[in-house]
């Protein structure tokens, strides 16, 4: 049974990529994280003394704590943030217990780091598919906070140039298409990069594919993901209003993907009961 404030890997890995995904603050000391410099998908590195200094600020969130084995610095931080009003658990085992299940864990050299407190990508407006896959993939599983800025495909660059933003999903950078013939979409780019190769991650990202490339025999579902991509572009001419519409599908799609792809309807079989 867990202790009292306390919250079990399994539990965690659960909620993480949801909406109600906690905030993880991951503590390990530098000679800790050195060895094994990865971090919790969707965890920002953060300094123990800091929050002590700072924990005002956390006041009625929900977080989670995580150190090197789950014991006096993420215990101890977890307390500190409580006292200050904090909904504050620690992570059982902290980042040795999550690596041992073999949980996904993102290299921290692949974390955008910029000069803004959270991170600026940019791409191509319009969004249909990748260009909204994408920012729901970094905001539940990397930077819950990331801003997208969409703009004319010929601007993008110089935009990122400005504006110390991330280009993705356009030709020639690090975050686009890959393949022979491109036919691996920047998602597929991004779960590969950030280690984020879940069963669940993988079945969305096959889909995501079949409809962005449109390769509808790769999986039955992406036609309606198509059908519904392209309503959602028509239904909104802001493109961020447009993507905030499209997170509670791909919520859906992710829920879909990690435990109900084998779910069948039978309407059949529902009227006789």
Not at 31 to 46: C, L, V, W, Y
Not at 110 to 132: A, Y
Not at 170 to 185: A, K, L
């Amino acid at each position: 049974m867990p202790a009292p404030n306390e919250i079990t890997p399994q539990k965690l890995s659960r909620l993480i990529g949801t909406p109600d995904a906690p905030i993880i603050l991951d503590v390990c000391l530098a000679e800790d994280f050195n060895t094994d410099p990865r971090t919790i998908p969707g965890a920002s590195r953060q300094s123990h003394l800091e929050l002590m200094q700072n924990a005002e600020q956390w006041r009625d969130k929900r977080l989670v704590v995580s150190c090197w084995q789950g014991q006096k610095l993420s215990q101890g931080t977890a307390a500190i943030l409580r006292d200050a009003g904090a909904r504050a658990e620690y992570l059982r085992g902290g980042n040795c217990a999550w690596a041992a299940l073999d949980l996904p864990m993102i290299p921290i050299s692949k974390i955008p780091h910029t000069t803004q407190e959270n991170s600026i990508w940019v791409t191509r407006h319009r969004p249909r598919i990748d260009r909204i896959a994408c920012p729901w993939l970094i905001r539940r599983f990397v930077d819950k906070n990331a801003r997208f800025l969409f703009v004319a495909p010929s601007e993008v660059l110089g935009v990122a140039d400005r504006f110390n933003a991330i280009p993705f999903d356009v030709e020639n950078t690090f975050w686009g298409h890959r393949g022979d013939q491109g036919e691996y979409c920047t998602f597929d780019t991004m779960i590969a990069e950030f280690g984020l190769r879940t069963p669940a991650l993988e079945r969305l990202a096959t889909v995501i594919r079949a409809a962005d490339t449109n390769r509808h025999e790769l999986h039955p579902v992406a036609a309606g993901l198509l059908a519904i991509s392209v309503g959602l572009s028509r239904q909104y001419k802001d493109d961020v209003q447009q993507l905030d519409a499209a997170m509670p599908l791909y919520d859906a799609l992710y829920r879909w993907a990690r435990d109900g792809f084998e779910e069948e309807h039978d309407w059949s079989q529902e009227s006789k009961t």
